[in-house]
């Protein structure tokens, strides 16, 4: 069982920064993926950004592209998301996800989710 747990969200103005962290544990030795995804109140959990397992390939939706930097170090067991230019409507708790499928946008492709963190951001 791999467990997931983010950590570094917080409450910024707009046009600030904030880094994501997602730390795994009981890891099992198979290739992954890893993924950010938010959810606003009242909307939908939506796909934020993905990284393969050797980081050779990355996706980004097209609202958070240019601003966001998702990046991995596997020897950590760690998944970081780096979020510039921060707006308001990045206001959501974010989560970290594993996929033991492929790299991909739907959230159907992750088995494993962290159980979130608050990201606040003010105008």
């Known amino acids: 069982q791999v467990q997931l747990v983010e950590s570094g969200g917080g409450s910024v103005q707009a046009g600030g920064s904030l880094r994501l962290s997602c730390a795994a544990s009981g890891r099992t030795f198979r290739s992954y993926a890893m993924g950010w995804f938010r959810q606003a109140p009242g909307k939908e959990r939506e796909f934020v950004a993905a990284?393969?397992?050797?980081?050779?390939?990355?996706y980004y939706a097209d609202s958070v592209k240019g601003r966001f930097t998702i990046s991995r170090d596997n020897a950590k067991n760690a998944t970081y998301l780096q979020m510039n230019s921060l707006k308001p409507e990045d206001t959501a708790v974010y989560y970290c996800?594993?996929?033991?499928?492929?790299?991909?946008?739907?959230?159907?492709?992750?088995?494993?989710w962290g159980q979130g963190t608050q990201v606040n951001v003010s105008s």
């Open positions: 996800a594993e996929s033991g499928y492929g790299l991909g946008y739907a959230l159907t492709l992750y088995d494993y």
């Open positions: 990284v393969s397992w050797i980081s050779e390939t990355t």
